[in-house]
């Protein structure tokens, strides 16, 4: 809420006047109403700590006096000679004599006690910009040692820097409350308070505003003061907000708004990327000046201070760096890359590459990190700009082009993309290293597999699985890939119609399964389930299913791209037992990914016998014709036939077309057990 309407009369002797709009951060006040002892406020420049303390002195009508830290008064002995000054203004406060002894006197500590330690009335003193000072330290020792002997004084200090008043054993020898830059941030309804009172109410402009701004005091006030003066009815609030960022840039040195520009570039940074970013020996400096403007956030990760500039901010800059330093944003965008890949995220080392138009970068990344990209379906938005001519020397990145558009349902552009990526893979795979091979040959294995090619694959997948065998390829850039790498040249195989050899290249993985990573190890216990459910080895399914249940998997992991083989494993096992309903629980909703991954034809395999057994035959083949649909295709392909022909020869056995059944199987391996026992049933 805003100010009342009552006495605006602060009875704190110094004590800033405020404007009239001010609002009122009720989370907050509430904290100071806990009147301790000892309350520090610590927080940037704009953050808000010297309105919410002269705010709250006023409502809670305390006495004392307020000093600001300044050049007259930021040593030791000029600070309390200032405080018993202003003191001294607002009554009897026992501090009478202190102003001809401070000079003198050899134990200031001990001349405080006696002249501040022994009030006869409640006393509040509030020090502003206590940072400033010299000997901040000292003076903290000063005030912790003068509460522990007043009952009638509490302090407030308000600080840009952390102090040892922060220290647990402050805390443990006074009551203290604490508030930090976190605590300062405005809420989006604080926010809307504050926007209000400039005649922005829309909650969606709020809500934006406030994202955009972060939070930040300093901006959101700005932003007040901006829309609610010099604004023309057809202004935006985005037009306004770009105004007063601008405004605030130009307000700041030269060299620290370049160090700004400079450090925009990635979405957060530490002083070692700053420093490379800025061409500076000691980020420091500029990182505290930033800082001290309330115009930088730090998030603490992995033990590690990490920066960022409020979204509005940051856009600002970037506006500004292109128009300013425009032809080294390449370089920055790759020094940003090579950093994030390291510290933040592989998703953003790729956008970083991309915006770096490093391609080489791009594909390695990739490499290095595919398999946990591959669930990342905006990362496909992310490459889509490239075209196949661009993508063909870079098998991979063709790769991720190829199943992004399959995702798409985009089947003839996916084609162009994976075709691109079998030729660059062969290509590149003559003169490649070990490690290299391996990983283009399973490029080649998974674009011919996706092209619905697996027979002309398998050359490839066990050039790909010999090479992965060996101690080369587990090292370096394939580092934490290799169980990935088996998994997709298994399901190759699997594809292919060869069931022993994909057994063979899960037990390599199954072997390693506590030093795989977590998406390869569940992957590979399910598709193991999945191969033996299909092939009508129930007991082994179901112990395989077990390893899983009784894993610490998390959910989102097992729900999605990794677990779609334990879906098809679990609805297998489900259709054995004829419990329908649990079939559908794992095919119903679909697992992510499953329209483009190779469980999918034996999941409508599974949903068809589903309708069989429920009578509703017309739904089979409506089933398949959906199916078909979706694959941009007028006939099954050969490795489909595998799956779903037997499923087709059923139906016409269910319709008493013997004769339609035995056309079917005969296009099938005449020793498949499926086709003997179907034989057998007609």
Known sequence: MTRDGGDDTSRVLGAPRLMADVVERVRLTKRLDARAPLTVIRGPGGSGKTVLAADWVRRAGVTGAWVTVDSSTSTRERLWTAVAERLAGTGPAGSGGFLDSVG???????????????????????????????????????????????????????????????????????????????????????????????????????????????????????????????????????????????????????????????????????????????????????????????????????????????????????????????????ELHLFTAEWAEDHVSAKTALEHALAARELGLVSQILLRHGTDLVAERDVYSTLAHLSVETASGYPVIALFLGIGARLRQARPRAEEYLAAATTAARVLEQHAKSAEKAALATVESVALRFTGRPAQAVPAARRALRLLAGSTAATGKLSGQVGHLRLQNALTL?????????????????????????????????????IRAIEGDLPSARRALARVDDGDWPAAVRDDYPGAAYHLAKAVLALEALDLTEVRRYTEPRPPHVDSIDVQPYIVAVEMLVDLAEGRRAQVLQRLHRYLRAEDRCDLSQPDRRVLVPVLALLDLARGQAGQAEQLLATLSPTSPVVLVLRAVA
Not at 232 to 258: F, K, M, N, Q, Y
Not at 495 to 522: F, Q
């Open 104 to 330: 003198a006197v050899g134990d200031l500590r001990a001349l405080l006690r006696r002249s501040l330690g022994m009030l006869r009335s409640p006393r509040y003193l509030v020090l502003d910009n206590f940072h400033a000072l010299r000997d901040a330290d000292t003076v903290a020792e000063d005030l912790v040692d003068l509460l522990l002997t007043s009952s009638q004084l509490n302090v407030i200090v308000l600080t840009r820097a952390p102090t040892i008043l922060e220290r647990s054993v402050t805390a443990a020898r006074l009551d203290r409350v604490l508030l930090t830059t976190a605590d300062l941030r405005l809420t989006q309804q604080e926010s809307a308070a504050v926007l209000a009172s400039a005649g922005l109410r829309p909650p969606d402009a709020v809500a934006d505003l406030h994202r955009a701004s972060g939070g930040s005091p300093l901006l959101v006030r700005a932003l007040a003061r901006g829309l609610g003066t010099g604004v023309g009815p057809d202004d935006s609030p985005e037009a306004v907000t770009r105004a007063v960022v601008a405004d605030l840039l130009r307000g700041t040195a030269a060299p620290l708004r370049e160090f700004m520009m400079r450090t925009a570039v990635p979405e957060m940074f530490d002083a070692e990327l700053a420093c490379r970013l800025a061409w500076c020996v000691d980020a420091t400096p500029y990182i505290d000046a930033v800082k001290a403007q309330g115009m930088i956030m730090r998030v603490d990760c992995a033990g590690r201070p990490l920066y960022r500039y409020p979204p509005m901010l940051r856009e600002a800059l970037l506006e500004e760096a292109q128009e300013q330093i425009g032809p080294e944003l390449v």
């Open 494 to 530: 699997w594809r292919a119609g060869l069931p022993d050899e994909v057994r063979a290249a899960l037990s390599e993985n199954v072997a390693e399964l506590d030093t795989l990573p977590i998406t390869a190890a569940l992957a590979t216990l399910s598709t193991g389930a999945a």
